[in-house]
């Protein structure tokens, strides 16, 4: 049995070259549901918002028939697709993060731009899966086969390469502009950081921050301790860069 399938817009970049924008014509088995239909040919869940069957909304349990035709779109940015019965769960209300191991620089970063990211260094594909689940976070990676897992409901696959560029990448595609608050989550685990008295942190800091700087920040979560050295000039640069490229077309 076969299906034919038509995939739209970006949809298209998880497909071999050869394969983009004409319509596939992809086997399948009567166990299968469309959702099994459009991962197998390489495209993961977590980028579909809508597809149809034959022009009818369907959702990803569906069961396809011999000769349907399947089409799938990704997540609408301007068009109104009015009453149509979206497969992807609503946004969620608070965006919170998980990122696999191999994007510590983009967790890094979006730390420092004030977004809540998790990026624990010893989960492996199931417990990241997991902990997307129970706690209601997106989860970023470069693995398709990890956004394939069926417990993952919010997920984006990043296609660049260097941090900066992922950051920028996540905050356009989610439209995050509005939530960043740079300086406000500690860079080593993500907790909220709030001002404190030197007096609550004197006896933790060397020689000569105490003589030099008086005034501090302090990890809710690690306890870390953060004050204005010689480093925030080079921070103060790199969130000026970021919000320079956002502000770009």
């Known amino acids: 049995m076969s299906v034919d399938l038509r995939v739209y817009a970006e949809l298209n970049d998880f497909l071999r070259p050869d394969e983009r924008y004409p319509v596939l014509r992809r086997p399948f088995r009567a166990h299968q549901t469309v959702k099994d239909v459009i991962e197998a040919a390489g495209i993961p869940h977590t980028e579909v918002d809508l597809v ?29 697709i009015g009453r149509a019965t979206k497969v992807r769960p609503r946004p969620l ?7 696999d191991v191999n994007l510590g620089g983009l967790a890094k970063l979006m730390r ?23 706690q209601h976070r997106i989860l970023l990676t470069r693995d398709r086969g990890l956004l394939k897992r069926r417990n993952v409901t919010h997920g984006v696959y990043i ?12 905050i356009r595609r989610l439209d995050l502009v509005e939530r960043l608050a740079p300086f406000t989550r500690c860079l080593r685990c993500g907790g909220a950081v709030v001002a404190v008295a030197k007096t609550e942190v004197e006896d933790r800091l060397e020689p000569l921050t105490r003589r030099h700087y008086d005034t501090f920040r302090q990890c809710r979560d690690c306890g870390r301790v953060y004050w204005q050295g010689s480093h925030q000039a080079r921070l103060n640069a790199t969130v000026e860069a970021i919000r320079t490229e956002l502000n770009q077309s």
């Open 159 to 170: 296609w660049s390469d260097r941090p900066v560029d992922q950051i920028i990448e996540v």
């Open 52 to 80: 149809l069957v034959n022009g009818q909304p369907v959702a990803f349990d569906q069961h396809p028939h011999d000769g349907d035709r399947i089409t799938a779109y990704p997540v609408f940015e301007t068009l109104d």
């Open 112 to 134: 420092l731009m004030g977004l809540d990211v998790h990026c624990p260094w010893d989960a492996d594909d199931a417990a990241l899966a997991e902990l997307s689940a129970a």
């Open 93 to 99: 209300r608070e965006p919170r993060f998980v990122a």
